[in-house]
Nanobody
């Protein structure tokens, strides 16, 4: 099992980024998938979940701004980040929710 995040970078406040999590060794459509983030000096926190039935959940801090989705053909999960804020700055990780499988993370920095 491998999870590889990409798409992070520097974005200005109010801007957008799309993070990708490419999975191998299993199919994302058969496993609940989630995004987490960890800001400097803070514990890792849950951001969003997409389960196998399509049910989605978001942390209150990102609700209405972030969108989780998946492309079964590409076996990839995405996190579309809109209306970004400086407090969104963190390393973002994807996770196979049923197991302790994590990617290496991708850095997102929101700053002018």
């Amino acid at each position: 099992v491998q999870l590889v995040e990409s798409g992070g970078g520097l974005v200005q406040p109010g801007g957008s980024l799309r993070l990708s999590c490419a999975a191998s060794g299993f199919t994302v459509s058969s496993s609940p998938m989630g995004w987490y983030r960890q800001a400097p000096g803070k514990p890792r926190e849950w951001v969003a979940t997409l389960n196998t039935s399509g049910r989605i959940g978001y942390a209150d801090s990102v609700k209405g701004r972030f969108t989780i989705s998946r492309d079964n053909a590409k076996n990839t999960v995405y996190l579309q980040m809109n209306s970004t804020k400086p407090e969104d700055t963190a390393i973002y990780y994807c996770r196979r929710m049923q197991y302790d499988d994590w990617g290496q993370g991708t850095q997102v920095t929101v700053s002018s």
